[in-house]
């Protein structure tokens, strides 16, 4: 029996198992077209986080295989998005152009049904959610080995945003060019953080080439696009936009190099099950501050997964403390727990609430 006769039984199974997904598919469609319907009677929210990390858990932990668990969520992740967009299409800010991390991180938290919005700078992305000109922004938090992003801490001491969401993703760098090789190169473009993540790499192999940052990667790939002087640091499909070619992939530093990225909004989110919430704070400065305001986390058993300093650049040598702890504001504890630290702080901004990152 030839390899076709013995694909075509398969090949018609497919098919036909095809169809009942496709008619299922409309089916759930059908329903949240009526969810949608509910929604708008009540002016509730079109995206709700923390429904759909519920939905994204549940799948996973009802997956019986062969597919990953990540696969199948990246597949009901589209479904939602989908779903959701016939309802509205969301409209969400990110660090641009095309083919950033920012940009990777939208669509795995909001999946590819949504209008991408590329902004120059991340007080852009900003300014654009707080006008309304889009719905959400996605901005870089925190990288696992260059640390927070300093101008991120900044802006959300002083918007009046909430955060509704995080993405955590894998980076991998690649050196690009048109040409795929480095010579007659002059220049390599990158964000700060990315020039830095491959910093020793760079050292070892071109330590005589100028480095130059720029607004974000997607942008050193656009110049390296237009230059063929110029070699860019960024992901490969920002290389693909801009038909470069690479020279080496994987060139950070820290091969389990990730980066934690924000979703801002006006959104207040309920709670999923598995949330955190973020703050910020300040003390007097006199011993055992810092000490006596943390304690009531320890006192109501709240958890603190991170804690940052950031100057509060008022020539006092003061600091702001960026908090993350386990909960959600409606969660007893929690809620007991942050009515004592804002007691105790001399400053006491939340954040947001809100699910964890897959």
């Not at 230059?227 to 080496?248: F, M, P, R």
């Not at 006192?299 to 908090?323: C, D, L």
């Not at 007991?336 to 964890?356: C, H, M, R, T, V």
Request: charged residues 20%; contains cysteine; glycine residues 6%.
């Amino acid at each position: 029996m030839t390899t076709d006769n013995k694909l075509k039984p398969l090949r018609e199974q497919i098919d036909a198992i095809d169809v009942q997904i496709l008619d299922l598919l409309n089916q759930r469609a059908r329903v949240a077209q009526q969810v949608g319907h509910v929604k708008a009677e009540t002016n509730a929210p079109v995206f709700r986080p923390e429904r759909e990390a519920q939905v994204l858990r549940s799948v996973a932990e009802r997956n019986p295989g062969p597919l990953l668990d990540t696969d199948i969520q990246t597949v009901f992740r589209e479904v939602m998005s989908a779903c959701r967009a016939l309802e509205k299409r969301v409209t969400v800010a990110y660090l641009g152009p095309a083919g950033t991390f920012s940009e990777q991180a939208v669509y795995q938290q909001f999946g590819r049904a949504v209008e991408g919005m590329p902004c120059a700078s991340i007080d852009e992305v900003f300014r654009a959610t707080e006008a309304g000109t889009a719905d959400f922004g996605v901005v870089p938090i925190e990288n696992s080995s260059e640390g927070v992003i300093n101008r991120t801490l900044d802006l959300l001491l002083q918007t009046t945003l909430t955060l509704s969401g995080e993405v955590s993703i894998q980076v991998n760098h690649s050196l690009m060019t048109r040409s795929g090789n480095m010579n007659g190169i002059t220049s390599i473009c990158a964000h700060s953080q990315a020039l830095a993540q491959c910093q020793l790499w760079l050292n070892q192999n071109y330590p005589n080439i100028e480095r130059r940052a720029v607004a974000s990667n997607g942008e050193a790939a656009r110049l390296a696009g237009e230059d063929l002087t110029v070699a860019a640091i960024a992901s490969e499909i920002a290389g693909k936009n801009y038909n470069l070619q690479v020279v080496k992939a994987h060139i950070q530093d820290d091969p389990h190099n990730r980066t934690r990225f924000a979703v801002i909004g006006r959104l207040h989110t309920a709670p999923s099950g598995k949330d955190q919430t973020s703050l910020v704070l300040s003390v007097p400065n006199k011993a055992g501050a810092v000490y006596n305001l943390l304690a009531p986390l320890a006192k109501h058993g709240v958890s603190m997964t991170r804690f940052e300093s950031r100057p509060a650049r008022m020539g006092t040598w003061e600091y702001y403390f960026y908090v993350d702890v386990e909960g959600h504001l409606k969660d007893s504890k929690v809620a007991d727990a942050l009515k004592e630290l804002k007691d105790n702080s001399a400053f006491f901004k939340i954040l947001g609430s809100y699910p964890f990152s897959l």
